[in-house]
């Protein structure tokens, strides 16, 4: 049986995911003032999927949404890492 | 639940609105933006893919971009996601007046987004940087390959603020005719789902463009 019990996400907790996602935009900006070589990928892609992630659980309201639509989210994002993984592992053997 | 006990018994659950399956619609609207995701997912890949081949002129390419109208437009967007988040909070409490009104400020933060786009690409389009003209013809082939992408992932993220914002005016239309209110505000929800799909792409589009050098 499913259930039929609306989660309403409170006003305040939207702002202060809001806050969050404000905060994170400003540190991802000011870190790309530092020349981190090798990392400037990873932390720019980092906070992003941080960013990513409050917006699909409370924005999205897939935290209090059917799991079911969590499990499917996952599963397309595994579907599209491997497309990036596996194409540039072909690419990097590609002399 | 409903106490109604003279409704028929083969179908216990039912109550006495019209039939509906707000779980299956809310989840045809997810199948829906995953195709989304794979559009914009092949489109992160090809750009990918080119930045690894050629990282130096991909550098150069992404230093001409205006840091700070890229930043402006990601307050724009992450703010708008709130206001549509607020909308649905509030219609869910019964204040549909709110609702109109987050909605209201969603579609403007949409076209004040719109409005920053028209000056970025006119500022570029201005200096002659757009595929087919000279200059561009004379830039080294991996920085051509930046602002072809370039010009093509925020040109497709901004026909969807477009229809996202169409999307928001026909919800706003049904708040105040009714037909979305606090015992049946999928729809909404749905709407709003396709805004902050909007949004997620602006998230990683913002540090894929304008943020690694």
């Known amino acids: ?4 019990k609306p989660h309403i996400v409170e006003y305040l907790t939207n702002i202060y995911v809001w806050i969050a996602l404000a905060v994170l935009t400003v540190i991802t900006i000011w870190v790309s003032e530092f020349d981190l070589k090798l990392l400037t990928v990873a932390v720019a892609l980092g906070v992003a999927s941080i960013k990513a992630t409050l917006v699909l659980m409370y924005f999205m309201h897939l935290r209090f949404d059917s799991k079911i639509l969590t499990f499917m989210v996952l599963i397309t ?11 540039f592992i072909d690419y990097s053997y590609r002399a | 639940m409903s106490t109604n006990n003279t409704v028929s018994e083969n179908h ?3 109550v006495n609105h019209e039939h509906r399956d707000d779980a299956g619609r809310k989840m045809g609207m997810w199948l829906f ?12 890949l090809v750009y990918s893919i080119y930045r690894f081949m050629n990282p130096a002129d991909f550098s150069n390419g992404s230093h001409h971009l205006d840091v700070f109208m890229g930043a402006l437009n990601t307050m724009v967007l992450i703010t708008s996601s709130l206001t549509v988040a607020l909308s649905i909070t509030a219609i869910q409490k019964g204040n549909a007046k ?6 209201a400020v969603t579609i403007l933060l949409a076209i004040f987004f719109l409005v920053n786009k028209y000056f970025e690409w006119g500022h570029k389009i201005h200096y002659d940087l757009y595929p087919g003209t000279d200059l561009f013809k004379a830039l080294p082939s991996g920085e051509g390959l930046f602002y072809v992408l370039y010009y093509f992932m925020t040109g497709l993220h901004m ?16 708040i105040s005719d009714g037909s979305i209110n606090s015992s049946n505000y999928t729809l909404l929800e749905n709407g709003g789902l396709y805004w902050h ?3 997620l792409i602006w998230i990683f589009l913002f540090p894929l463009l304008y943020l690694i050098h």
Not at chain 1, 1 to 4: D, K
């Open chain 1, 1 to 4: 049986m499913e259930e039929h």
């Open chain 1, 77 to 87: 994002m595994i579907v599209f890492l491997s497309l990036i993984v596996f194409t």
């Open chain 2, 12 to 14: 216990s659950t039912a």
């Open chain 2, 33 to 44: 933006l995953f195709t989304e995701l794979l559009l914009f997912g092949g489109l992160f």
């Open chain 2, 98 to 103: 709110l609702a109109l009104r987050m909605l």
């Open chain 2, 159 to 174: 026909i969807h603020v477009i229809v996202g914002a169409v999307i928001l005016v026909f919800m706003g239309k049904y």
């Open chain 2, 197 to 199: 799909l909007v949004d």
